[in-house]
């Protein structure tokens, strides 16, 4: 088993503090859910976890397995086992799909393996047909005039390649329709299992129909402000963040995002 | 055709040529920034006392070989002097057919074909003319001559290597094609040079009627060297071009590419990938001129720019009257790398017709570190990813080219633009 965890992580962003002191621990063979109205600090989070540059760890440590996450680049925490989802993924023009991934794949053999490229290929076109995309995209440039939804099945397909031991899945839902939703919740649940956890982070709860998370958090203004189980998904939906806020008595401005929500 | 000519020896009619270039290039000054074109190369700020008349005879006797390398394939050996030679590489049967014709060791031409190279040699020297084309024409010790008789196909290009291993004197290395009706043929020009040379060359091809021609200049010249190349293309009725261009290394890299669609439904496609780094400065022009109804050409050019490296593209589309219908293009995108790197774009126009469509539109950029950050979150190093995104950047032109171009082209450029990243 391993373990990713977060403690007492503090982070900004152009001198705004946004992470106020989150704990978290996610092992594999757990698949949790953070969720939390916009302006929460989920992104932060996720991109402070990537390693993103403009975004400052103030305090608390990140460890994968006992090692420091912080101390890592951004590539070394990759192979590592640790996996981002963007919420946009870049494109990349010129660099065909075939042989991007036959790289990122390839840096992970140990050393002195050589590649299976049939492997490969077949794996390849296997997660292509899971995902639903068509086989030619193989030879298409990374992301580039890619729907939404193509860039987040794009990102599925990533995932699914590198089998990482932990991936942060950042709003792999936004702007997703309800066939869509489900392709990504079945790439999520192919990996699903002994060696693999993830963290879905969302401000909707709908994915979870399709992903069943073993832990919720919700996150307020930069803390985790509870955990629980699936019925914390049930509770959102009943009640909305208010019922967060009233229990936790946090201060009326929050109920901006409220708004943003409903909306 | 000119029938005197005939009776009179060829080698005699090119030492007349050599003779008025040497002439036009004894009487007329460098080009200044005065010129349009010279505007940002001033070549006061270099130094040009390489390029100088050869103190050669005319008649040095090169000699030659043949050998056959391991795959069967035939090259011809053209040790033109001590310090310089050609390597032709005819790679299949059909090409016992094509001519080669070198001034410094001439063979028997029939009727015909001396008319042909009169004629390229004739034409280049009435089209270029500036002082470093008249250089370039002052003597043909370092040229060849090829002809491809009508109806003649070949799959694989014919590759020509120029090299200089000195660079004490000016290296000329001119290359004429005379490309017959209905044929499919490529050619790859490669020129080699060693540090601190001083190369001025010109490159006349006519593509003959429903012609398919394939072109690339490769050039690979070492440090300090001042390299200027001047290229002409005249497209007969339903002749095709694709023409590529790679220019890297050196210290100056100035070229003109010039084609004339001279008869209708004439299709030209230009492409160009450029790289600078250190303090190389490389000035492409490129001159669709059209002058024939219903042509259609296309130019783009990319380039990479990093370090104190610079480059300017000038691009001009020339419509005549007479060319109605003109479908013209003209893109140029650059990539820079670094603060301190420079890319120019000078895209312009030229229409005397009204019935045509023509665009251009340039781009400059950067890395967008967004990218670099995408593409380490997925184990790739800083480094390699910033060489995919420039490769990818590439590519989209090497991909339009034929794959024998750019098999051969792109793993020069890469492995160019590889070295200086390890250097770097």
Not at chain 1, 43 to 56: E, K, M, R
Not at chain 2, 74 to 98: D, P, R
């Amino acid at each position: 088993m391993q373990t990713l965890t977060i403690k007492n992580l503090t982070a900004e962003v152009d001198g705004k503090q946004i992470l106020n002191g989150i704990n978290l621990e996610i092992n594999t063979g757990e698949i949790h859910a953070l969720m939390g109205p916009n302006g929460s600090g989920k992104s932060t989070l996720s991109n402070v976890l990537a390693g993103h540059p403009d975004y400052t760890v103030t305090g608390g440590t990140i460890s994968l397995n006992g090692e420091d996450l912080l101390e890592m680049s951004v590539s070394k925490r990759s192979l590592a086992g640790l996996f981002l989802a963007f919420q946009q993924p870049m494109e990349v023009p010129g660099l065909t799909i075939g042989k991007y991934l036959k790289r990122i794949v390839e840096l992970r053999l140990a050393e002195g393996e050589r590649m299976n490229v049939s492997a490969f290929i077949k794996d390849l076109k296997s997660n292509l047909d899971t995902v639903g995309l068509s086989h030619d995209f193989i030879n298409r440039y990374l992301n580039e005039g890619f729907s939404g939804g193509e860039k987040k099945r794009m990102e599925l397909i990533q995932m699914m390649m590198l089998e990482p031991s932990f991936a942060i899945l950042d709003e792999i839902d936004s702007g997703l329709d309800i066939d869509a939703l489900k392709t990504v919740a079945t790439g999520v649940n192919k990996l699903k299992g002994g060696d693999f956890g993830a963290l879905i982070i969302t401000h909707y709860q709908r994915i979870m129909e399709n992903i069943k998370p073993d832990f919720v958090h919700i996150l307020y203004q930069g803390r985790i402000v509870k955990s629980g189980g699936r019925d914390l998904v049930d509770m959102l939906e009943a009640k909305g963040y208010g019922w967060v806020r009233e229990e936790f008595n946090i201060p009326e401005e929050a109920d901006e995002y409220q708004r943003t929500i409903a909306s | 055709m000119d029938n005197t000519i005939l009776k009179q020896n060829i080698q005699e009619k090119l030492i007349g040529i050599n003779k008025v270039s040497s002439d036009k290039f004894k009487k007329s000054n460098w080009p200044v920034p005065m010129e349009e074109e010279w505007r940002r190369t001033n070549l006061a700020k270099y130094d040009m006392s390489g390029f100088q008349l050869s103190q050669q005879t005319q008649n040095v006797s090169s000699s030659k070989s043949d050998i056959m390398d391991n795959d069967g394939n035939s090259s011809l050996i053209i040790n033109k002097t001590s310090n310089t030679k050609a390597v032709i590489k005819l790679n299949e049967s059909g090409s016992e057919n094509v001519i080669i014709f070198e001034p410094s060791n001439p063979i028997m031409l029939n009727d015909s074909d001396t008319v042909l190279v009169n004629n390229l040699a004739e034409d280049a020297a009435a089209h270029f003319d500036n002082k470093l084309s008249s250089l370039a024409l002052s003597s043909f010790k370092d040229s060849v001559f090829i002809i491809i008789p009508d109806n003649l196909e070949l799959v694989k290009p014919l590759v020509v290597e120029f090299e200089s291993d000195s660079g004490a004197e000016s290296y000329l290395p001119n290359l004429f094609i005379h490309v017959g009706i209905n044929t499919q043929v490529g050619f790859i020009q490669k020129i080699k040079s060693s540090d601190g040379s001083s190369v001025s060359g010109v490159l006349n091809v006519t593509c003959g009627d429903n012609s398919n021609v394939h072109t690339a200049t490769v050039t690979d010249i070492g440090s300090d060297s001042l390299i200027f190349i001047n290229r002409f293309f005249n497209l007969s009725k339903n002749a095709f071009l694709s023409d590529f261009q790679s220019a890297t290394g050196g210290k100056l890299i100035k070229t003109r590419t010039e084609v004339d669609l001279s008869g209708e439904k004439a299709d030209a496609r230009l492409y160009g990938v450029l790289f600078s780094t250190d303090h190389t400065q490389i000035d492409m022009r490129t001159v669709q001129h059209h002058k024939a109804k219903n042509c259609f050409s296309q130019a783009t050019i990319k380039s990479v720019v990093k370090d104190k490296g610079r480059t300017i593209y000038q691009g001009l589309i020339e419509v005549e009257e007479e060319a109605s219908l003109t479908d013209a293009y003209l893109t140029n995108h650059n990539l820079v790398l670094n603060n301190g790197a420079r890319a120019d774009s000078i895209p312009s126009l030229k229409i005397r017709n009204n019935d045509v469509k023509c665009s251009h539109g340039s781009t400059t950029s950067k890395i967008n570190e967004e990218q670099i950050l995408y593409l380490t979150s997925r184990g790739i190093a800083d480094e390699e990813a910033r060489q995919m995104i420039l490769e990818g950047f590439l590519s989209s032109v090497y991909d339009l080219l034929p794959v024998h171009v750019k098999s051969y082209s792109e793993l020069l450029i890469m492995d160019k633009i590889k070295q200086k990243e390890e250097i770097s």
